[in-house]
């Protein structure tokens, strides 16, 4: 076989990056460092699927088999290489009531379905609607993720207090806590100085480690959340009935997961996209997504989707191929069946220090120092969302961004509206409408003409506008009932062919020019009968 056929598998094989990729790119070095960003992945995921399993009421091992077949699944086949994906906080957090109030077996069966809805998603292509997410809602929403990965982080400064609840820690431990923090992120920071045939995050958990163990010092370690023993995840249906009352209890559990999976997907997707320079695959990611939830389902997971914080760090680490998210997915079940007491004995403290330098990478510092220089509107939206983000929800703060972005752009629109007037010769006014005409703006419209002093042919031409929608339609219906109603002629120049075929069932006079606009409106409106067509 030759190199050229060699390259070309390549690019079919599932753990290439799919976009440039090739055989040949998979040298020992690249393997090697692969290998060893999913090794750091894999160490970090750990703590990370236990904490968020005992957020949502289930046994650790339910978290760690979601880290591990979402992860495997999404490795192979998602749009975005480099990506990792497992159990997640923001999905966590929904899924308490279901388990409390139903049980773990309801929650498998909507783990299925919420990946079913995703997988339609992809299909129908819902994915490429995330581009309409603004950048001022991409910075607050990576601020508030932060924010949100430090604070997750501070309850590993707590232990158990005599009455069993949790407690802050004070003096010694603390003191001892806080400084194995400090040498592993000093370890991160400088071990790329000095060498990079170890991952910084890798060398930073491996050194400090040892340190714990060799000296015996006594700090908190994985194995002090649970035990992270178990074997090979079985294939189980969801013990639940199969009837309407079943639907009606899981699916609006299954729509809201499968939403904020999506979106958390999507978002993490762009984000490694603009460090490692690819695009696309937003289609993908939700057919990818869909199917790792469904099988999931079947075999006692509690479902997931993109980890921002953990495909930082396999970025950082030098993770460009799907093999280090292979790699990842796969140590973590060789944890579960033959390492979990070497894992247990890792220090909570090195790990809390490799997340501490993926807040410090992850905040968009360069939002601070460009706040007096970008739009107030931009301004608010970005603490808007940094802020929903860590006192709700992240699907929550991304919706509540757009449609607040969405609103100041139509207020921002509706204020463009204006006009140039000018008399012809022969008497006639001319109206030349410039700015958008639609909901927001059309009040705005309306003002600019004064029917009762106008003359008895008016002229509204259209060259620098563009009528968007219904409301910009009934509203030049209105224009021209007011015209007719004194008496007076109005005419309607340079619109496009829509409007042309929408305006003349109303009987308006449209005088035709071979330069009129060809655009398409967003409704077929008819002015006679005020009834709601299709799109154009």
Known sequence: MTRQSLAVLAGRLPFSNGQNSGLTEFTPSRIRTELLSGLTVALALVPEAVAFAFVAGVHPLVGLYAAFIVGLITALFGGRAGMISGATGALAVVMVSLVANHGVEYLFATVVLMGLLQIMAGVFRLGKFIRLVPHPVMLGFVNGLAIVIFMAQLSQFQIAGADGARVWMTGWPLAIMLGLVVLTMAIIWLMPKLTSLVPAPLAGIGIVAALVVGFGIDVPRVGDLASIEGGLPLFHI??????????????????????????????????????????????????????????TGFFGGMGGCAMIGQSM??????????????????????????????????????????????????????????????????????????????????????????????????????????????????????????????????????????????????????????????????SIDDLAVKYQGIGKTLQLRHLSHDCHRLLNRAGQLIVDADDDPDYGLVVDYSIKTGRMGGGH
């Not at 009837?243 to 984000?271: C, H, K, M």
């Not at 410039?434 to 002093?453: H, K, M, W």
Request: glycine share 8%; with cysteine; aromatic share 8%.
């Open 238 to 295: 969801p013990m639940v009935p199969l009837t309407l009352e079943t639907l009606n209890i899981i699916f609006p559990y299954a729509l809201i997961l499968a939403a904020i999976g999506l979106i958390e997907s999507l978002l993490t997707l762009n984000l490694v996209g603009e460090i490692v320079g690819k695009r696309g695959g937003a289609s993908q990611e939700c057919i990818a997504q869909g199917v790792s939830n469904t099988v």
């Open 313 to 474: 760090i396999n970025v950082k680490s030098g993770g460009r191929t799907r093999l280090s998210g292979i790699a990842a997915a796969l140590f973590l079940l060789v944890f579960i069946l033959f390492a979990s007491g070497l894992i247990e004995q890792i220090p909570l403290a090195a790990l809390v220090g490799v997340m501490f330098m993926v807040v410090i990478g992850t905040f968009a510092w360069q939002s601070l120092t460009i706040l007096r220089r970008i739009p107030l509107t931009d301004v608010m939206v970005m603490l808007l969302v940094t802020v929903v983000t860590v006192m709700s929800d992240l699907a929550i703060a991304v919706v509540v961004g757009v449609i607040v972005s969405a609103l100041a752009y139509a207020w921002n629109n509706a204020a463009r509206i204006h006009a140039k007037t000018h008399v012809t010769p022969e008497g006639a006014k001319v109206y030349q409408i410039e700015g958008p005409l639609f909901f927001g703006s059309t009040e705005g419209f309306s003002e600019l003409f004064d029917p009762q002093a106008d003359p008895s042919l008016v002229i509204v031409d259209f060259m620098n506008s563009r009528v968007v929608d219904q409301s910009a339609l009934q």
